[in-house]
């Protein structure tokens, strides 16, 4: 099952632009991951964002987490062509014992120059 | 540094075949994930391995079953293969046992066609 949901499924802007992506979850959650994946390719991990944080910033990139709206964004800021690629939000969910991460279907983002 | 590595990267299957796939680990790392991702969606989890033992399972039936060498190395098997088993099978590794609460290594996959 997917916990995590992204929104909007596909998003379309030009270079330079701002995306943001956000993604919602249900259940109570360790820490919330973003990865990238570009056509054919593996997943790049992006960012790990921990439930006791609320904001986390890398390069271009910035997160939040809301865990009272069980919500997260991402942003990413002047956006390039090579940003095109589908990106993904995991949960880790807060339960006793071990959990595996839970991935969403994805925004598939394009970047237009 | 040595990332993830995947083989093969395409292969192409009959139903009621059995395959195997195979992922080196990138170096440093002991603890294997193996994901299926159909076309359009999320990577579902199938299986986890560590220090050569299943640790975490998903919803997969039993004809998915992995092993994991004292290199860290890891290979997915699946039998009687089905037209659904059509996917990309992504490996991905880490550091220290459960995969959620750290950033995972992915290798570029190996996309698997049952006709």
């Known amino acids: 099952s997917q916990q995590g949901e992204e929104d909007p499924q596909a998003l379309s802007i030009q270079e330079g632009e701002n995306a943001t992506m956000n993604c919602s979850y249900k259940?109570?959650?360790?820490?919330l991951q973003w990865y990238r994946q570009n056509s054919g390719r593996g997943l790049v991990h992006l960012i790990l964002?921990?439930?006791?944080?609320r904001e986390k910033h890398s390069g271009r990139l910035r997160v939040t987490l809301d865990t009272s709206k069980k919500s997260s964004s991402l942003l990413i800021t002047a956006s390039r062509a090579a940003d095109t690629a589908s990106y993904f939000c995991a949960t880790a969910r807060m339960d006793s014992g071990n959990t595996p991460l839970v991935f969403g279907k994805g925004t598939r983002l394009s970047v237009i120059a | 540094e040595t990332g993830v590595t995947q083989s093969p990267t395409h292969l192409i299957k009959t139903r009621g075949q059995q395959v195997t796939l195979r992922c080196s680990s990138q170096?440093?790392?002991?603890?294997v994930s193996w994901y299926q991702q159909a076309l359009g969606q999320g990577p579902q989890f199938i299986f986890q391995y560590y220090r050569e033992e299943e640790n975490g399972r998903g919803n997969f039936p039993p004809r998915f079953s992995g092993l994991q060498f004292p290199n860290y190395s890891s290979e997915l098997n699946v039998n009687a293969l089905e037209l659904d088993d059509s996917a990309l099978y992504l490996c991905a590794s880490s550091f220290g046992g459960w995969v959620s609460n750290q950033p995972q290594h992915f290798g570029d996959g190996t996309r698997l066609s049952i006709l």
């Open positions: 964002i921990r439930s006791n944080e």
């Open positions: 259940t109570s959650i360790n820490n």
């Open positions: 170096s440093g790392h002991n603890t």
